[in-house]
């Protein structure tokens, strides 16, 4: 026997983006409606945050994702106390320790262009030639480098974990729903969805629907008969190492090559993506056994030769919600089914993302159009239009 609920907004999928967005309707003023958020697991052990390396940066090639980083950037300096309930503070241990994007000659002209659009958008970003990269990171190996652009501030890595349980605890505490239970059906009526159903029988009712549900993205809106999302679920490899010497100042480090390493306490994480023959769309968490021998360690030995000596201490799986046309979000309501809206697609960059995109979802649906930020870039309609925003700075 089913059981009915109705609320104003279901939010399907309670990862960051999906709680961000039921954070920031929760807050706003002018929403008094009722919000519930719908998870499979609430110990989130398998999702895409907790398994997240945390970066935070304003370095990408699209205006609007410079926008966006800046956004959040904001926003996590100000967590512990924008998000604080009762006496427990929304901490999400921000470290603005920076981004350092290499380049070889051969791509040298792109660093350049990107550079320019993140100037012109106010991210606080610095080239720096080979002599300087190495004046100021002596364990850097900077001979086939033509360049590195360095972040100075609103940079760096959080806790992902924190900034969710932060955003969940603070969104229950302004009157949001979470409900444990996996959408298995989006029933419509003509142009509108009116509920979204549970495996359990469950049905809640809705004004709104939005897809927030990372990997499993397409699946959910082919519930709601939107069959043409180009969302996959591609897995990604990280690795905790110990390196025998210290690495004084170190950023967020990403090769030219792709790998990319960070400081973690006294160790550090690190990864590379795929090439795209090893990049199937996946769903399982297992671990390629030779792939860190095989695709990482030669490039960390390479760039630092401290590195060499490194030793494997974790390794973990966690999956991208990869935009397979243009990698990049998939944002606001379908123009077919105007009450179901897409949060999607983020391909890597959903936990850095997360606050500005729920307040401009949040803006949608109170307001009926984007108000802080203008993310009309991102709507579904682009990819019949051949309207495609490509990013190239895709890690």
């Known amino acids: 026997m089913s059981t009915s609920f109705s609320f104003d907004v279901v939010v399907i999928g309670g990862?960051?983006?999906?709680?961000?967005?039921?954070?920031?309707l929760a807050a706003e003023q002018a929403f008094d409606g009722s919000v519930a958020v719908v998870e499979r697991d609430p110990t989130y052990v398998d999702g895409s945050t907790a398994r997240s390396v945390g970066g935070i940066r304003s370095q990408f090639s699209t205006p609007e994702n410079?926008?966006?980083?800046?956004?959040?950037?904001?926003?996590?300096?100000?967590?512990?106390?924008?998000?604080?309930?009762?006496?427990?503070?929304?901490?999400v241990d921000f470290v603005e320790a920076g981004y350092l994007l290499l380049?070889?000659?051969?791509?040298?002209?792109?660093?350049?262009?990107?550079?320019?659009?993140?100037?012109?958008h106010g991210a606080a970003v610095d080239l720096l030639d080979p002599g300087e990269l190495a004046e100021r990171f002596p364990w850097l190996h900077t001979a086939d480098l033509a360049a590195?652009?360095?972040g100075l501030h609103g940079e760096g890595w959080i806790d992902a974990y924190s900034l969710l349980m932060a955003l969940r605890r603070k969104a229950r505490s302004l009157g949001v729903s979470y409900v444990r239970g996996e959408a298995v059906g989006v029933r419509r009526d003509g142009g509108r969805v009116t509920s979204v159903g549970l495996a359990d029988g469950r049905e809640l009712?809705?004004?709104?629907?939005?897809?927030?549900?990372?990997?499993?993205?397409?699946?959910?809106?082919?519930?709601?008969?939107?069959p043409d999302l180009p969302v996959r679920s591609k897995k990604r490899f990280v690795f905790t190492v110990e390196c025998p010497r210290p690495l004084p100042g170190c950023p967020l480090v990403v090769d030219y090559g792709g790998v990319y390493f960070r400081p973690e306490g006294d160790r550090f994480v690190c990864g590379i993506s795929p090439p795209r023959e090893r990049d199937a769309d996946c769903e399982d968490l297992k671990l390629d056994p030779?792939?860190?021998?095989?695709?990482?360690?030669?490039?960390?030995?390479?760039?630092?030769?401290?590195?060499?000596e490194l030793e494997v201490r974790s390794s973990w799986a966690g999956h991208y919600a990869y935009n397979v046309v243009?990698?990049?979000?998939?944002?606001?309501?379908?123009?077919?089914?105007?009450?179901?809206y897409f949060a999607n697609g983020f391909s890597g960059h959903g936990l850095q993302q997360a606050p500005a995109v729920g307040r401009a979802l949040a803006e949608l649906i109170t307001y009926g159009e984007y108000r802080t930020l203008d993310l009309r870039r991102f709507r579904f309609e682009r990819f019949a239009a051949g309207e495609l925003v490509r990013e190239r700075n895709v890690i």
């Open 15 to 24: 990862g960051v983006v999906g709680s961000s967005i039921a954070y920031f």
């Open 326 to 340: 243009d990698q990049n979000a998939v944002l606001g309501p379908h123009p077919e089914v105007s009450n179901f």
């Open 148 to 150: 590195g652009s360095l």
């Open 205 to 226: 009712r809705a004004a709104h629907v939005v897809n927030a549900a990372g990997p499993r993205a397409a699946t959910v809106a082919a519930l709601a008969g939107v």
């Open 103 to 120: 380049a070889s000659a051969e791509g040298l002209d792109v660093l350049r262009a990107n550079h320019e659009v993140q100037r012109a």
């Open 66 to 91: 410079v926008e966006i980083s800046r956004f959040g950037a904001r926003f996590l300096r100000a967590a512990a106390e924008t998000l604080a309930v009762g006496g427990e503070r929304g901490d």
């Open 290 to 308: 030779g792939f860190f021998e095989e695709l990482v360690w030669p490039a960390l030995a390479h760039r630092v030769p401290a590195m060499d």
